[in-house]
T-cell receptor, first 114, second 116 residues
């Protein structure tokens, strides 16, 4: 089955620690995205990548880093510089139909600080 | 800046009835896309329906339809014949032309509860 796989489902971070969230897709989509969701709020864009080895900052990129070495994979690292990392993180990839540009999402990773 | 407003934090509906979830948007762009997503308690965002700003007909996908009123800048979601499995958060989103149409701007969501 084609889809977007995020792991782990739950993640805990200690103070001063970097953690990496995994996102893999087998939909053959070129573009991938990372969003953050806080309670009672909609999603906010952290980073996106339109093609391998290229990515751009979204609205709230500070304290985060990404890489795009393979088309299928777009990992997100939450660095120690992100002072309020507790949130639900969603990864998405975009349909290649440019008339609609629909984004499809994974099941998310819930990150908490110990 | 583009903004999506969902004024209903929660809605209740009985099974088999229809329900309308409100969404208004603010943009000065002429070209944009509008989306509705469903987020069950599991957390995954599920795409429901899309409407392009130049589409003259309202979009429909099975039991979902989008009531698009461009002059009023509203894009309400109508769910017909509600089912218990429709209980979830519903988010309206807009794709403006900035950043090459890459970005989605989301509203704060409406929680829908369907009762038997």
């Amino acid at each position: 089955d084609g889809g977007i796989t995020q792991s782990p489902k739950y993640l805990f971070r200690k103070e001063g620690q970097n953690v990496t969230l995994s996102c893999e897709q087998n939909l053959n989509h070129d573009a991938m995205y990372w969003y953050r969701q806080d309670p009672g709020q909609g999603l906010r864009l952290i980073y996106y990548s339109q093609i391998v080895n290229d990515f751009q900052k979204g609205d709230i990129a500070e304290g985060y880093s990404v890489s795009r070495e393979k088309k299928e994979s777009f990992p997100l690292t939450v660095t120690s510089a992100q002072k309020n990392p507790t949130a639900f993180y969603l990864c998405a990839s975009r349909d290649s139909d440019r008339t609609k540009n629909i984004q499809y999402f994974g099941a998310g990773t819930r990150l908490s600080v110990l | 800046a583009q903004k999506i407003t969902q004024t209903q934090p929660g809605m209740f509906v009985q099974e088999k009835e229809a329900v309308t979830l409100d969404c208004t948007y603010d943009t000065s762009d002429q070209s944009y896309g509008l989306f509705w997503y469903k987020q069950p308690s599991s957390g995954e965002m599920i795409f429901l329906i899309y409407q392009g700003s130049y589409d003259e007909q309202n979009a429909t996908e099975g039991r979902y339809s989008l009531n698009f009123q461009k002059a009023r800048k509203s894009a309400n979601l109508v769910i017909s014949a509600s089912q218990l499995g429709d209980s979830a958060m519903y988010f309206c989103a807009m794709r403006p032309p900035e950043q090459g149409f890459q970005k989605l701007v989301f509203g704060t969501g409406t929680r829908l509860l369907v009762s038997p």
